[in-house]
């Protein structure tokens, strides 16, 4: 039942030995594989075809490769794109093309890690794909869209693997503990609040969790003659342990993303979650220090000036104070940033001006805003009629400022909201002004 188990079963990770090796027996992804879902009708249908499976570490991504391949009568060629070469995948298009002439059977090339194929490396599956030697299984943690040619894409499928759920893991680790091939030969107990903690160590992971279940095992105190996993074994264990992270991945984008977006919602407490998340997983808190300035400019802007400093001044604390006190003051800007009214009119000023300044030319500056500190530039009429605005009433001089081609432009638009509903009033209060001047 378990090809690739070896009989050594100390040899063999007991995340290797409870590999299943049919679909009744996978655990998660039930939105592709449940009753009538799609992937799982054509599975049962025998109609596979290129894709890619994305998701996180331990979610099943290389097992469920090999199951569908056993399914459906495939032969089935694994390769890592870590230590495979353009070599290595030629020896698999030849292995394909005989096992299709000779013997009629359809050839699964699985890649792992996919997304490490150089550019040229892709490009060589393109034509085995195509004249249908080959069925690409390709698995990746990364996007796919970013890290795969177009040309690649277009023939296969993408179906995205998500996180395995707490309660599916405790079925996993149960299973692990009384299966022959798992851990039924030590005849250990686990305490529910161990089984809780070794599930939520996982963070979805099932590899995570049984690994964890397999360290706890050996960690394992007789209690009343019974081999026991309890909390305090698996304090041992879970010493170091922190939360899925990559400061390169999709998981670390994911993360900034909800941040910005949280801050940018006026959720505080969501915003000082994720805030907290990333700094759990190890995010360098410069990085965050400079989203939190970003977020200032870009989401509150006028509304709150005091954001912007704010934001500054959390970063220089946390160059002050280091590591751990000085992320209690980016926390303060966090909440404080998400707490403030928003607004982007400077912001959406700003990309509506520089796309005027790019798109025009050089436009000449008027000739009554040019300075003119020689005699022969009076004479040519520079500064001619500029009116100084500390000598206006209100101090405002109803000029235009813009260039003649970009006359009556307005790029801020001040919002009703924090401090820009003053300036808002103030703006339209000197355009009454402009109007009558005119």
């Not at 592709?32 to 075809?49: F, N, P, Q, V, Y």
């Not at 009568?73 to 299709?100: N, P, T």
């Not at 690409?136 to 277009?154: D, H, I, K, R, Y």
């Given at each position: 039942?378990?090809?690739?188990?070896?009989?050594?079963?100390?040899?063999?990770?007991?995340?290797?030995?409870?590999?299943?090796?049919?679909?009744?027996?996978?655990?998660?992804?039930?939105?592709?594989?449940?009753?009538?879902?799609?992937?799982?009708?054509?599975?049962?249908?025998?109609?596979?075809?290129?894709?890619?499976?994305?998701?996180?570490?331990?979610?099943?991504?290389?097992?469920?490769?090999?199951?569908?391949?056993?399914?459906?009568?495939?032969?089935?060629?694994?390769?890592?794109?870590?230590?495979?070469?353009?070599?290595?995948?030629?020896?698999?298009?030849?292995?394909?093309?005989?096992?299709?002439q000779h013997?009629?059977?359809?050839?699964?090339?699985?890649?792992?890690?996919?997304?490490?194929?150089?550019?040229?490396?892709?490009?060589?599956?393109?034509?085995?794909?195509?004249?249908?030697?080959?069925?690409?299984?390709?698995?990746?943690?990364?996007?796919?869209?970013?890290?795969?040619?177009?040309a690649?894409?277009?023939?296969l499928?993408?179906?995205?693997?998500?996180?395995i759920?707490?309660?599916?893991?405790?079925?996993?680790?149960?299973?692990?503990?009384?299966?022959?091939?798992?851990?039924?030969?030590?005849?250990?107990?686990?305490?529910?609040?161990?089984l809780?903690?070794?599930?939520?160590?996982?963070?979805?992971?099932?590899?995570?969790?049984?690994?964890?279940?397999?360290?706890?095992?050996?960690?394992?105190?007789?209690?009343?003659n019974?081999?026991?996993?309890?909390?305090?074994?698996?304090?041992?264990?879970?010493?170091?342990?922190?939360?899925?992270?990559?400061?390169?991945?999709?998981?670390?984008?994911e993360?900034?993303?909800?941040?910005?977006?949280?801050?940018?919602?006026?959720?505080?407490?969501?915003?000082?979650?994720?805030?907290?998340?990333?700094?759990?997983?190890?995010?360098?808190?410069?990085?965050?220090?400079?989203?939190?300035?970003r977020?200032?400019?870009?989401?509150?802007?006028?509304?709150?000036?005091?954001?912007?400093?704010?934001?500054?001044?959390?970063?220089?604390?946390?160059?002050?104070?280091?590591?751990?006190?000085?992320?209690?003051?980016?926390?303060?800007?966090?909440?404080?940033?998400?707490?403030?009214?928003?607004?982007?009119?400077?912001?959406?000023?700003?990309?509506?001006s520089?796309?005027?300044?790019?798109?025009?030319g050089?436009?000449?500056?008027p000739?009554?805003?040019?300075?003119?500190?020689?005699?022969?530039?009076?004479?040519?009429?520079?500064?001619?009629?500029?009116?100084?605005?500390?000598?206006?009433?209100?101090?405002?001089?109803?000029?235009?400022?813009?260039?003649?081609?970009?006359?009556?432009?307005q790029?801020?638009?001040?919002?009703?909201?924090?401090?820009?509903?003053?300036?808002?009033?103030?703006?339209?209060?000197?355009?009454?002004?402009?109007?009558?001047?005119?």
């Amino acid at each position: 039942m378990f090809d690739d188990i070896v009989n050594d079963h100390h040899s063999t990770p007991l995340a290797a030995r409870m590999r299943p090796t049919c679909l009744d027996e996978f655990i998660g992804q039930q939105h592709l594989l449940g009753e009538g879902k799609s992937l799982r009708i054509t599975i049962d249908a025998g109609l596979i075809h290129s894709l890619v499976f994305w998701g996180p570490p331990g979610v099943g991504k290389t097992t469920l490769a090999k199951i569908i391949a056993k399914q459906t009568k495939c032969h089935f060629i694994e390769l890592s794109a870590v230590m495979a070469g353009v070599k290595e995948l030629r020896a698999a298009v030849q292995e394909a093309e005989y096992m299709k002439q000779h013997s009629g059977v359809r050839t699964i090339v699985f890649v792992d890690e996919i997304h490490r194929f150089s550019k040229s490396q892709q490009d060589s599956l393109l034509a085995p794909m195509e004249s249908g030697i080959i069925i690409l299984f390709g698995a990746t943690t990364e996007n796919p869209s970013f890290e795969l040619n177009n040309a690649v894409l277009s023939r296969l499928r993408v179906y995205v693997l998500r996180s395995i759920e707490i309660d599916q893991l405790k079925v996993l680790a149960n299973r692990a503990l009384c299966h022959e091939h798992g851990l039924a030969n030590k005849k250990i107990q686990i305490t529910p609040e161990a089984l809780d903690l070794i599930c939520k160590a996982a963070d979805g992971d099932a590899r995570r969790c049984l690994t964890l279940l397999e360290i706890a095992s050996d960690l394992s105190r007789p209690i009343n003659n019974i081999n026991t996993i309890n909390i305090d074994v698996l304090n041992e264990v879970l010493q170091g342990q922190t939360n899925r992270y990559d400061n390169k991945g999709d998981i670390f984008y994911e993360q900034i993303s909800a941040l910005h977006k949280s801050v940018r919602g006026t959720d505080p407490d969501a915003a000082l979650y994720w805030f907290s998340r990333m700094i759990d997983g190890g995010c360098d808190p410069y990085y965050i220090a400079r989203r939190l300035i970003r977020m200032a400019s870009e989401d509150i802007g006028n509304a709150d000036p005091r954001g912007l400093q704010i934001a500054i001044d959390a970063t220089h604390a946390f160059e002050r104070l280091g590591s751990p006190e000085g992320e209690l003051a980016l926390a303060h800007a966090t909440v404080y940033l998400a707490c403030a009214p928003k607004s982007n009119a400077v912001y959406t000023a700003f990309k509506s001006s520089m796309h005027d300044a790019k798109s025009n030319g050089s436009l000449e500056v008027p000739i009554h805003l040019k300075n003119a500190p020689t005699k022969m530039m009076s004479e040519l009429g520079y500064g001619a009629n500029y009116r100084y605005a500390h000598n206006e009433k209100f101090a405002y001089a109803a000029e235009e400022y813009l260039p003649e081609a970009l006359k009556g432009s307005q790029y801020y638009i001040p919002t009703d909201r924090g401090l820009e509903k003053k300036i808002k009033e103030k703006l339209e209060f000197l355009k009454t002004l402009k109007k009558e001047k005119t």
